[in-house]
């Protein structure tokens, strides 16, 4: 999922750290939003994520960043809630490579 974490930079591994805690509160942050309905709030939120994945080489944060970004332009509730998910899976998968 988050990819080799040995092939990155080590100033950039040492900041996964925080990166998944931010991403942690993204997903409170999130569930919150869907509830109140903010779906421009969701769409800039998935932006964000999918810009940080990319600046920490995580691809697949960017990838579900972008579908969070675009079930947000259509008001896809579906989706939204599959691709929170999708979000916690890659927070998981990276906790669980981090600790190894």
């Given at each position: ?7 990155l ?7 996964l ?29 998935g ?13 697949d ?17 579906d ?8 979000l ?9 490579q981090?600790?190894?």
């Amino acid at each position: 999922m988050a990819g080799d974490l040995q092939q990155l930079d080590p100033a950039i591994r040492a900041l996964l750290p925080g990166y998944l805690a931010n991403r942690r509160k993204d997903i409170k942050n999130l569930m919150r939003l869907l509830a109140e309905k903010q779906m421009n709030e969701i769409r800039l939120l998935g932006h964000n994520i999918k810009g940080s994945g990319g600046s920490y080489g995580m691809q697949d944060f960017s990838k579900v960043g972008h579908n969070i970004e675009q079930a947000a332009l259509t008001n896809d509730v579906d989706a939204l809630t599959r691709h929170f998910k999708d979000l916690e899976r890659c927070i998981t998968h990276l906790a669980t490579q981090l600790e190894s």
